[in-house]
């Protein structure tokens, strides 16, 4: 079975432009979180959402973060406008229970010059 | 609030040295500790779940124990192929679904 797959697997832009990070989790699997991972705070949870339905946001830095999860199998994160402090490596994880583990897709590194 | 700490920061073995990583931890009533290993440019990969004190879980060379306020993530006779960042993580019954909550993180290198 295919893991986590996330896409873009690098990403460099400047700064003032949007962002779209793109997670497809693994099938099956009812919870789907975004995680931001820097070398100063390590793994910090921005968003979690059980079928579908985003449960709590309160990790997401500002206004300029957005995620959304139109189905079962996809969902994106969107920075705008982006700023160099938005570095980071960001990872998408999926659950197929309430109490469970995660599972890692490989993370989107991304460079805000 | 839910809060982990990890020693030490970083760890340097010989190839047959055994040690110990440690994860403190606080959290409101204990839903389970998780155990993951990260690779440079790698997402965390699981490796064990322990849910209650005095409970032990073995894979390979690692074998994970758990007590009320921390648990150690035991290395035997390490290969360099162990060498990675190995992060522990708490869910808490306050706690929403399966959020989990992250030490720092442990960089284990074990040198042939």
């Known amino acids: 079975d295919a893991g986590v797959i996330q896409s873009p697997r690098h990403e460099v832009t400047e700064m003032g432009q949007e962002v779209t990070l793109r997670c497809k989790p693994i099938?099956?699997?009812?919870?789907l979180f975004w995680y931001r991972q820097t070398m100063m705070r390590g793994l910090e949870l921005l968003i979690y959402?059980?079928?579908?339905?985003?449960?709590?946001d309160s990790g997401m830095p500002e206004d300029r973060f957005s995620a959304k999860m139109p189905n079962a199998s996809f969902s994106t994160l969107k920075i705008q406008p982006s700023e160099p402090r938005d570095s980071a490596v960001y990872f998408c994880a999926s659950s197929f229970r309430v109490r469970g583990e995660l599972f890692f897709g490989e993370g989107s590194r991304l460079t805000v010059l | 609030e839910d809060q982990v700490t990890q020693s030490p920061e970083a760890l340097r073995l010989q190839e047959g040295e055994s040690s110990s990583l440690n994860c403190s931890y606080t959290?409101?009533?204990?839903?389970?500790l998780f155990w993951y290993r990260q690779d440079p440019g790698k997402g965390p990969e699981f490796l064990f779940t322990l849910y209650s004190a005095g409970e032990e879980k073995e894979k390979e060379r690692l074998k994970a124990t758990l007590t009320k306020k921390e648990s150690f993530l035991h290395i035997t006779a390490p290969k360099p192929e162990d060498s990675a960042t190995y992060l522990c993580?708490?869910?808490?019954?306050?706690?929403?679904?399966?959020?989990?909550?992250f030490g720092e993180g442990t960089q284990l290198t074990v040198n042939p």
């Open positions: 959290v409101s009533g204990l839903r389970g």
């Open positions: 993580a708490v869910q808490g019954e306050e706690t929403s679904g399966s959020r989990l909550t």
């Open positions: 959402f059980n079928n579908n339905v985003p449960i709590d």
């Open positions: 099938s099956g699997h009812n919870s």
